[in-house]
């Protein structure tokens, strides 16, 4: 199972300076830099597209991705847009993690809908196929429960290790797979979580390819974590 990073963490705090902190991760020997959208929850989190666009610039050959969008707070035609602008910085080494969203807060904020976002985002999904040449790869972000229609309608499932149990995300995974699910990646995997160790080795025996993990102000060290899961 490779281990990936993200850029930022979940708002708790200043941020971190996006270019220095990706040197850094991609040097302690994480494999993927990932960035959050995340909006109207308290401290800043950096927009995802900048931050990317930083890192893939600062860092040469690692995998960047978001982690994820939230699509229903976009027209689909400036998160193309945007999408494009992007892979011209780091071309094909972009994946996007995209959900339809998990917060309120981040909705009433930009005056979007929270109701409609799931009928919204699988529009707004085939719109953006259609707009974007070439296609990147695309995850869809689920607890779990959409893990199934992430294997059916995209290229994998990107599943929240912060707001779902260990039980709940490996609990999903066979049907996953059973639906023909190819790349199944945990993100937002605490780095200080006292229980570190044993989740990551549950991620991987179950057949995840990926767990993201993200770093508190309050550490730990990355370099420290990733000697530690080699």
């Not at 610039?57 to 978001?66: K, Q, R, W």
């Not at 930009?110 to 719109?127: A, K, Q, T």
């Not at 196929?129 to 990107?158: C, F, H, T, Y």
């Amino acid at each position: 199972m490779r281990l990936g990073a993200y850029l930022s963490h979940l708002g708790q705090g200043e941020p971190y300076p996006v270019v220095p902190w990706a040197r850094r991760l991609a040097a302690a020997g994480f494999e993927s830099l990932w960035a959050p959208e995340i909006i109207g929850r308290g401290g800043l989190v950096p927009d995802p597209f900048v931050a990317l666009a930083a890192a893939a610039a600062a860092v040469d050959g690692i995998e960047v991705g978001t982690a994820t969008v939230q699509v229903p707070l976009h027209h689909p035609a400036e998160l193309a847009h945007r999408i494009r602008s992007l892979q011209l910085v780091c071309g094909d080494r972009l994946t996007l993690g995209l959900s339809p969203g998990s917060t309120r807060t981040d909705y009433a904020l930009l005056e979007r809908d929270y109701g409609s976002r799931f009928r919204m985002f699988d529009e707004n999904i085939v719109r953006l196929r259609e707009l974007l040449d070439p296609v990147p790869p695309m995850l869809r972000g689920s607890w779990g429960r959409n893990a199934v229609k992430a294997a059916r309608q995209v290229d994998g499932w990107i599943a929240s290790g912060y707001r779902s149990s260990p039980d709940e995300i490996v609990a999903a995974l066979p049907a996953f797979r059973a639906a023909g699910g190819r790349r199944a990646i945990v993100c937002a995997v605490p780095a200080g979580a006292p229980t570190l160790r044993e989740d990551l080795h549950r991620y991987a025996a179950a057949g995840f390819d990926d767990a993201i993990l993200v770093f508190g102000p309050g550490g730990p060290e990355p370099e420290d974590v990733r000697a530690r899961y080699p």
